[in-house]
C-alpha cells in the first residue's frame, strides 16, 4: 500500500539530489522543507483545532466540569461529549491532519533509506522504481555531507575525544543530540497549555512532549544521519512556520510560566 507513496517520493528526492549538484545532505533539507510546504494546509488545520480545545480547556464551564465529575469518569466523558457538540469542536479533528501525514512520514523514512542504498540487492530494489531517465547515471549516491556518512549513524570524532566512549562508541552524536533539542523546543513551545491540573489530557501530553523528542533522538542515534537530517530540518522549518504564523509559546520554556 505504501509502495506507490514510497516510489513517488524517492524518485522526488533523487530529482531533487541532481537538481542540486548531486549534494545529498542539502537535497534531504530541500526536500524536507518541500513536503513540508506541500502539508501545510495540514498543519494549520492541526493549530486551529489545537486552540480551539486550548480555549474550551481554559474555560470554566470545561474546569467546573472536571471537578464536579472528577470521582466518575463516565458522567464526565458524556458531559464532555455534550459540551463538545455545543461548541460545535471535533476532538478527533486534531489527529486527522497527524493520521494523513502519517504514511507520508512513512515513506520518508523509506525513501531515504532505499535511496541510502549500499548492497546491489538494495541498488536493484531502488532501480525498479525509479522512473528519472538518468537514474543509473545519479546512483550510488554521495552519502557525504559535512563531516558525516549519511548512510550511517553519526558521530564526530576529533583528535582529543576517547576511541571509545561509554554508551555511545567513537565520536560524539551531535546530530542526536541536535535533534532532541529541536524537537523538545518544537514539542514545549507549539504544545496548548492547560491551567487545569486536573486535565487527564494535559498531563498525557505534557508526558509526550518529554518523551517523543528523547525516542526522535534515539532513532537518530541508531539510524542512518541522513534520517536524523530530515528530523533536524523538519524541526527547525516547523518552528519557523509556527513563529511566521505568530503561534509560538515561548513561555512554555520559562518553568512556571506556562501555568500562570
Known amino acids: 500500500m505504501l509502495e506507490p507513496i514510497i516510489n513517488f517520493l524517492t524518485n522526488i528526492l533523487v530529482w531533487v539530489y541532481d537538481v542540486l549538484g548531486h549534494n545529498f545532505g542539502l537535497a534531504i533539507i530541500v526536500f524536507t522543507i518541500l513536503i513540508r510546504l506541500a502539508t501545510a494546509p495540514l498543519t494549520k488545520a492541526q493549530l486551529e483545532s489545537s486552540k480551539k480545545m486550548q480555549e ?18 463516565q458522567k464526565l466523558q458524556q458531559e464532555q461529549a455534550k ?31 532505499r535511496v541510502l542504498a ?6 536493484l530494489i531502488l532501480m525498479k522504481g525509479m522512473w528519472l531517465s538518468n537514474a543509473a547515471n545519479l546512483l550510488p549516491i554521495n552519502n557525504h555531507f559535512l563531516w558525516m556518512d549519511l548512510s550511517q549513524p553519526e558521530r564526530l570524532v576529533l583528535d582529543f575525544i576517547p576511541a571509545n566512549l561509554p554508551l555511545i562508541g567513537a565520536g560524539i552524536p551531535v546530530l542526536a543530540i541536535l535533534v532532541w533539542i529541536t524537537s523538545y523546543l518544537q514539542s514545549k513551545m507549539m504544545t496548548p497549555t492547560s491551567n487545569n491540573p486536573n486535565d487527564q489530557t494535559a498531563a498525557m501530553t505534557r508526558s ?14 541508531l539510524y542512518s544521519a541522513g534520517l536524523g537530517l530530515y528530523f533536524l530540518a523538519g524541526n527547525l522549518f516547523s518552528i519557523g512556520q509556527y513563529a511566521l504564523m505568530g503561534k509560538l509559546n515561548i513561555k512554555n520554556l520559562i518553568p512556571g510560566r506556562a501555568k500562570k
Open 56 to 73: 474550551l480547556q481554559g474555560s470554566k464551564k470545561y474546569q467546573d466540569m472536571q471537578k464536579k465529575y472528577k470521582s466518575d469518569p
Open 83 to 113: 459540551l463538545f457538540q455545543e461548541m460545535g469542536i471535533n476532538p478527533l479533528a486534531g489527529c486527522l491532519p497527524t493520521l494523513v501525514q502519517f504514511p507520508i512520514i512513512i515513506g520518508l523514512y523509506w525513501s531515504i533509506t
Open 118 to 123: 549500499a548492497s546491489p540487492h538494495q541498488m
Open 208 to 221: 509526550m512532549t518529554t518523551i517523543m523528542p528523547l525516542m526522535i533522538a534515539y532513532i537518530t542515534f
